[in-house]
């Protein structure tokens, strides 16, 4: 079974600082990858996905990520945080196929912004 | 459109009280699934469904039962509340050509006591 492991559990950056949130998959065939972002009380948002085209995918709100398959990470990244961008993130990976694939969760990392 | 939308949004039950959560999606989507999301677990599959009448298990069904006797509702049920049940559950929708791509609920916050 596939695994995703995110680093950090809470990652805290100034307003205007570089975000970088980690997460590594364990897959021996280049998956597809997901962030998802959920906001306070709010259900999870698609912030972008990797599905085998362009290893760096832009996202919603400013975000990217580059999948490397050497070192099965798919690193999210923002050049300037911003306070709006205070939420959890959850790294996914796909697994199995068709109507039967699932996507296995990390266990997220919530991200402080501080003026 | 609604997208996908989730019923009661909070509830509380006593041990061994019975339940039903209802998921709904307009999107006309063939697969639905349902989640918990516990802290510093992520979230984790119940049950999912791959078409009205057919469900499966995901990786945490003890103590749930699904339902999808139509396509835009998927149903999960708890016929005797235990506290390990107290939890966050979100339902998700996806289509069979989105590339795995899942659309999520807002959330049902369930307290057992």
């Known amino acids: 079974a596939q695994s995703v492991t995110q680093l950090g559990s809470h990652v805290s950056v100034s307003e205007g600082a570089l975000v970088l949130l980690r997460c590594n998959y364990s897959s021996s065939v280049p998956p597809y990858l997901f962030w998802y972002v959920q906001y306070p009380n709010q259900g999870l948002q698609l912030l972008l996905k990797?599905?085998?085209?362009?290893?760096l995918v832009k996202g919603i709100n400013g975000f990217e990520a580059e999948f490397k398959k050497s070192e099965t990470s798919f690193h999210l990244t923002k050049p300037s945080a911003h306070m709006s961008d205070a939420a959890e993130y959850f790294c996914?990976?796909?697994?199995?196929?068709?109507?039967?694939?699932?996507?296995?969760f990390g266990a997220g990392t919530r991200l402080a912004v501080h003026p | 459109n609604a997208g996908v939308t989730q019923t009661p949004k909070f509830r509380v039950l006593k041990t061994g009280q019975s339940m039903t959560l209802l998921c709904a999606q307009d999107?006309?989507?063939?697969?639905m699934y349902w989640y918990r999301q516990d802290p510093g677990m992520g979230l984790r599959l119940i049950h999912y469904s791959v078409g009205e009448g057919t469900t499966a298990k995901g990786e945490v069904p003890d103590g749930y039962n699904v339902s999808r006797l139509k396509k835009q509702n998927f149903l999960l049920g708890l016929e005797s509340a235990a506290p390990s049940q107290t939890s966050v559950y979100f339902c998700a929708s996806r289509s069979s050509t989105a590339k795995q791509t899942q659309y999520f609920g807002p959330g049902t916050r369930l307290l057992v006591l």
């Open positions: 996914a990976v796909s697994e199995g196929s068709g109507g039967y694939n699932k996507l296995i």
């Open positions: 999107m006309n989507h063939e697969y």
């Open positions: 990797y599905t085998s085209a362009a290893t």
